[in-house]
């Protein structure tokens, strides 16, 4: 039997089953403080004898096996979590092996293995919620460099300086077109507003613009987008529409429609891929 958790910012999902698309039993606990938190989660997986758990962690969190502070968060991207070890929280109770990678990745491997992102090469899951972050899968492996990818705090333009909600960058696409952005700008959650709400061009306008910058250092063969934000259905249809006139043709791209796609998996792309992460044992610890 494997595990599966999903940490976000505003929640935690929690899985168990016999393979990542035959979950038994599942759970969703609120993200508060770390102690809080991680109680409810061992008190979940306590129940169970597990041969793996796969964690997919919002970030930045350490990811180098090498590092003493493997698994720490190194931001305060969430207050009260900067300097927690993840790794280590889960391990103070759980004695099974864990496997580790950002939220996001694992999003982007779920959707590879068995959704939006099967048969290619080369994709990118985005996220668009309470915060912005991406996913590169190269040959289907979860690419890494120096420090796992960032993609929420690509340099945004700014021209009516609306303030970010980003605690390290003052124009960064997370601080000026998440969740917590939105509702900062017009006063009410992105649930709140209605599809005909003017606000809604300008945040597709803001998104196509993240996803250009992916399209030019990474080229993918998808982007899959989802998150809270994203529930808005309306706001593909704008986004495919921006990338289409800021690229302006300067390179061929495939067909916009296939290019940028829902995530097949809908929100359990994260529970999924944590699973399949935890099942192939990498990173483990």
Request: net charge negative.
């Amino acid at each position: 039997m494997i595990g599966g958790a999903e940490l976000g910012g505003t929640k935690c999902v929690l899985a168990v089953g016999n393979s990542p698309l035959e979950i038994l039993d599942r759970c969703t606990v609120p993200t508060s403080d770390p102690v809080s938190t991680f109680e409810k989660i061992h008190n979940f997986f306590s129940s169970y004898q597990l041969d793996s758990l796969g964690v997919g962690s919002f970030g930045p969190i350490i990811l180098d096996r090498k590092s003493v502070d493997y698994g720490m968060i190194y931001s305060e991207s969430k207050k009260g979590w900067k300097g927690i070890n993840i790794c280590q929280m889960f391990k103070d109770k759980l004695k099974f092996d864990i496997a580790i990678d950002t939220d996001v990745n694992v999003a982007g491997l779920g959707e590879f293995q068995y959704g939006a992102g099967k048969y290619s090469n080369n994709l990118v899951y985005l996220t668009i919620g309470t915060g912005i972050g991406g996913g590169l899968l190269v040959n289907g492996k979860i690419h890494h460099g120096i420090f796992h990818l960032e993609m929420g705090h690509i340099p945004m333009p700014n021209p009516e300086s609306f303030d970010s909600v980003c605690r390290v960058h003052d124009n960064c696409w997370d601080g000026l077109a998440s969740g917590p952005a939105l509702e900062l700008r017009y006063g009410m959650a992105p649930s709140d507003m209605v599809e005909s709400h003017m606000g809604w061009d300008e945040e597709a306008k803001l998104i196509a613009l993240g996803v250009i910058s992916i399209i030019a250092n990474h080229s993918p063969e998808k982007i899959i987008i989802g998150g809270g934000v994203m529930r808005q259905k309306h706001l593909y249809s704008k986004i495919k529409k921006h990338v289409l006139n800021l690229w302006n043709d300067y390179t061929p791209i495939i067909n916009i429609d296939d290019l940028i796609v829902e995530p097949k998996l809908g929100n359990d792309s994260g529970i999924i891929g944590s699973m399949i992460l935890g099942n192939s044992g990498s990173a483990s610890i």
